[in-house]
Nanobody, 125 residues
């Protein structure tokens, strides 16, 4: 049984930084990513990455500010968020697919098999 547990959310002022973590258990690898849902909006992809390496994929709105990474030894996914803006305020979800395919497409489609419970990120101006 795959379980994803996010941590690291919180409240920061604009321009600040946060690092989110997603600890995975029962998961042997594939495509993982971060997604977010702001109040009144649909969930959107933020960044995805293959756990066996390769270039990550980012939404245009976070390119140059966010960095996704994966530690295979810890089976943990990270999202480093710099220069945070009020529009980054959302619940951030960790997601995973048990296969090494369509990681870019999953960023846009949200084609994910497993989800974490989410962690709140609030950015004040």
């Amino acid at each position: 049984q795959v379980q994803l547990v996010e941590s690291g959310g919180g409240s920061v002022q604009a321009g600040g930084s946060l690092r989110l973590s997603c600890s995975a258990s029962g998961y042997s690898g594939g495509c993982m990513g971060w997604f977010r849902q702001a109040p009144g909006k649909e969930r959107e992809g933020v960044a995805t990455i293959y756990t066996n390496g390769g270039s990550p994929y980012y939404a245009d709105s976070v390119k140059g500010r966010f960095a996704i990474s994966h530690d295979r030894a810890k089976n943990t996914l990270y999202l480093r968020m710099n220069d945070l803006k009020p529009e980054d305020t959302a619940i951030y979800y960790c997601g995973a697919r048990p296969s090494y395919d369509i990681c870019l497409a999953s960023l846009w489609s949200g084609t994910i098999d497993y989800w974490g419970q989410g962690t709140q990120v609030t950015v004040s101006s």
